[in-house]
């Protein structure tokens, strides 16, 4: 089983500053890893797939980066509905398992 | 537009079952494997179990292989998830999801449009 650690568990930050997310697999995971955003009451939300793809409709302050065991969630200027919980997410394709890190909480400072 | 809706959720006891069901519309829902995925009331994400679009590859996360069995029917564009033995630490809302991956592939990946969940509450 494939288990993703996620960094920091919080992240106190103010609206225009960038924000930095890591997630760290237990083994190598390629580049199939992706990032959802959830707010609270809210369905988690895909961000980014395959590493570095954004999916529809999501801004470009958004990036994903890195590859093998060590990604990056990356708000290049973080606006007031950005603050929100972050997941990471891999998929392996033997045995067929998704799993899902601990979360990073953004949070205003 | 995409939508899905989750239903069947309620408050059961210990060692009892409950069949959760998600409804698809604005895709082609036999062209998508599915997922379940929950969520303990604030805490963080766990995958349950996925589907592929002509139910050939199923899979369970170990802690509900099983007690509990995931099924499609496509000509009603449904999900479904059997719930048999509930313990009280499967207390969480449950999502379901929309895989992204489309076409005859039996490959699962991620989750391109979520359910608004359902809460299953197991409790005495």
């Known amino acids: 089983e494939i288990v993703l650690t996620q960094s920091p568990a919080t992240l106190s930050l103010s609206p225009g500053e960038g924000a930095i997310l890591s997630c760290t697999a237990s083994?190598?995971?390629?580049?199939?890893l992706a990032w959802y955003q959830q707010k609270p009451g809210q369905a988690p939300r895909l961000l980014i797939y395959?590493?570095?793809k954004r999916a529809t409709g999501i801004p470009a302050r958004f990036s994903g980066s890195g590859s093998g065991t060590g990604f990056t969630l990356t708000i290049s200027s973080l606006e007031p509905e950005d603050f929100a919980v972050y997941y990471c997410?891999?998929?392996?394709?033997?045995?067929?398992?998704?799993?899902f890190g601990g979360g990073t909480k953004v949070e205003i400072k | 537009e995409v939508k899905l809706v989750e239903s069947g959720g309620g408050l059961v006891q210990p060692g009892r079952s409950l069949r959760l069901s998600c409804s698809a519309s604005?895709?082609?829902?036999?062209?998508?494997?599915m997922h379940w995925v929950r969520q303990p009331p604030g805490k963080g994400l766990e995958w349950v179990a996925s589907?592929?679009?002509?139910?050939?590859?199923?899979a369970y996360a170990e802690s509900v292989k099983g007690r509990f069995t995931v099924s499609r029917d496509n000509a009603e564009k449904s999900l479904y998830l059997q719930m048999d033995s509930l313990r009280s630490e499967d207390t969480a809302f449950y999502y379901c999801?929309?895989?992204?991956?489309?076409?005859?592939?039996?490959?699962?990946?991620?989750?391109?449009?979520w359910g608004q969940g359902t809460l299953v509450s197991v409790s005495s």
């Open positions: 999801g929309k895989d992204i991956g489309v076409g005859a592939t039996t490959r699962f990946a991620y989750l391109d449009y």
């Open positions: 604005g895709f082609t829902f036999d062209d998508h494997g």
């Open positions: 589907i592929s679009w002509n139910s050939g590859n199923i």
């Open positions: 083994q190598s995971v390629g580049s199939s």
């Open positions: 395959d590493a570095s």
């Open positions: 997410q891999q998929v392996n394709n033997w045995p067929p398992a998704l799993s």
